[in-house]
């Protein structure tokens, strides 16, 4: 007997696409378990992006963490490491400097940041800049990498509350935007993640980062042309992590029979983006291909 997840109508249309999840065999019966256009779009990631630790060793937030940590005239020590920081020059920060009494807090710190940037574990890491806070470092700074060591260590409500504690000591808001958007998408808190990325969207129009944060909170909502008309603006490139959010947007409108994922135009767009992530070795290109045999599949008749 073959059990089935089959809307009206699918059994011909798995039949057509070929697509089984699995199969078991119990006894004498075999149990096939068949994918159907909305059980691969529910397959499809939390459209919010998992932690990684790279997320606060960019440029852009070295530059905020060693800004917030640069006092009116430091030591040829410490003005060493703060541009060691700047660099990506982790390792150069492990060392014990020859700071001033006052500077070894905001030493500490950079000792933190050496260590994470060089992958330390995250207890480790932690204990250092709680360590740097007792000392009187620079909250927000040291705040800021502290949320990450929670975020690494799968604590995404210490990370937001250490995150927006940073924000609040005045960590510029747009940098930590899309650490929050993501940690309150994958906590379920679509509407908290939408106003943060839309306000951050707002001070920064264009921001790549901030825009795709935007589109996985609409995405998570379900509001699927919503999300796609904020990615209009940064989709040109063809980036990998863009190009998935359009994707998950157009088969989101295809199988909801909304458009413009359900319009010939959309399905045109679906099946372009989606060769060009396959062909690019995408994270979910196993999926997309499924999600292709789908529109393929179906023709123009919506995903239901």
């Known amino acids: 007997m073959q059990m089935s997840r089959l809307v009206a109508g699918g059994a011909v249309f798995a039949a057509t696409v070929g697509v089984v999840g699995s199969s078991s065999l119990t006894g004498n019966v075999q149990r096939n378990v068949v994918d159907t256009p909305h059980s691969l779009l529910k397959e499809a990631p939390a459209p919010g992006q998992p932690f990684r630790r790279e997320a606060v060793l960019t440029p852009t937030m070295r530059a905020v963490i060693t800004r917030a940590l640069t006092p009116s005239n430091p030591s040829d020590a410490l003005g060493q490491l703060l541009v060691a920081a700047a660099d990506g020059r982790f390792t150069d920060l492990i060392g014990e400097p020859a700071v001033t009494p006052s500077e070894r807090s905001a030493a500490q710190v950079l000792r933190g940041l050496g260590l994470y940037g060089v992958g330390d574990a995250p207890r480790t890491v932690a204990a250092h800049l709680q360590q740097a806070l007792a000392q009187g470092a620079a909250p927000s700074p040291t705040l800021l990498l502290l949320g990450a060591t929670y975020a690494l260590g799968g604590d995404d409500k210490a990370a937001v509350e250490a995150w927006n504690q940073a924000r609040d000591g005045g960590v510029d808001d747009v940098s930590v935007a899309t ?12 509407a908290r993640a ?7 969207v707002d001070a920064q129009p264009g921001n790549a980062a901030t825009t795709r944060g935007l589109a996985a909170a609409r995405i998570a909502a379900g509001q699927y042309a919503e999300a796609l008309a904020g990615l209009d603006g940064i989709a040109a490139a063809g980036e990998p992590e863009t ?3 359009v ?5 989101g409108g295809f199988v909801g029979d909304t458009a413009p994922g359900n319009t010939a135009t959309g399905r045109d767009r ?8 396959v062909s690019a070795g995408g994270r979910h290109a196993g999926l997309v291909k499924k999600w292709l ?6 023709g123009t008749a919506p995903g239901r």
Do not use: S
Not at 293 to 298: E, P, Q, S, Y
């Open 179 to 190: 650490l929050l958007v993501d940690a309150y998408i994958r906590q379920g808190d679509v």
């Open 194 to 200: 939408t106003a943060i990325a839309r306000a951050a």
């Open 243 to 245: 190009d998935f959010l």
């Open 247 to 251: 994707l998950h947007a157009l088969y």
């Open 270 to 277: 679906l099946r372009v983006v989606g060769a060009r992530y």
């Open 293 to 298: 045999a789908v529109v393929a599949a179906r």
